[in-house]
Structures are given as C-alpha cells and as structure tokens.
Nanobody
Framework: QLVESGGRAVRAGDSLELSCVASGRPISDYAMGWFRQAPGKVREFVIGINPSGTSRDYADSVKGRFTISRDTAKNTVYLQMNDLVSEDTAVYFC???????????????????WGQGTRVTVSS
C-alpha cells in the first residue's frame, strides 16, 4: 500500500515536499516513481528512482527543480519540488514497480502499485 501526503495550494515560486509511505515490502525492492495528472490530461511520468537508489530519471519539465529521495528506514519516498509553476498543478501519484534490472521505470504500465494521489495547486 502506498499513501501520499503533502499536497496543498501554493504560489508560483514556492517549494513543496510530497511524501509517500509504503507498507508491506521494503521500497528497496521496487523502482519508485512519481507521476502526475493535470485536469483533462493523461498521467505523466515526473521522476523516478531505481531499487538500489543509485539512479534517477526526470521528466524534462522538472529537471533542475524536482528531486526524489528515499528513507529506507521509514519506507518512505519523497518528492521535493522547488520553483513551482502553474503548469505543475496536478494530482501527484506515487507508484512502485518490480523489475529485475535495477532500472528506473518511466512507463506507467510498468508500475504495479499506486497510491491514491495528493493534489498540488500552484497559483500564479
């Protein structure tokens, strides 16, 4: 089970950190990712980390602004979002995916478990 939290309304230029707490297996068993879905748009990959925590991948739109980290002791993954813009407004989902290649997963079809989402609204 994945439970996201931290979403709220903020202003452009603000920072925000989202959390995703996993229960069950350790997050180090999974590739973990954050996706988002804006109103009227498809769900898109934002950022991901591989099972060993040694590799990350980012959507071009968030490079240099968003980072992903994890705390294996807390079985929690974080999404740090800086310099937010109105285009970042969306529901953000945490996901976990198994893979045998210690890879970052960027395709939502490769993820096995999803959280319920947390809403982020950025006003300009």
């Amino acid at each position: 089970q994945l439970v996201e939290s931290g979403g709220r309304a903020v202003r452009a230029g603000d920072s925000l950190e989202l959390s995703c707490v996993a229960s069950g297996r350790p997050i180090s068993d999974y590739a973990m990712g954050w996706f988002r879905q804006a109103p009227g748009k498809v769900r898109e990959f934002v950022i991901g980390i591989n099972p060993s925590g040694t590799s990350r991948d980012y959507a071009d739109s968030v490079k240099g602004r968003f980072t992903i980290s994890r705390d294996t002791a807390k079985n929690t993954v974080y999404l740090q979002m800086n310099d937010l813009v109105s285009e970042d407004t969306a529901v953000y989902f945490c996901a976990a995916g198994t893979n045998n290649w210690n890879a970052v997963l960027t395709n939502n079809r490769h993820y096995d478990y999803w959280g319920q989402g947390t809403r982020v609204t950025v006003s300009s």
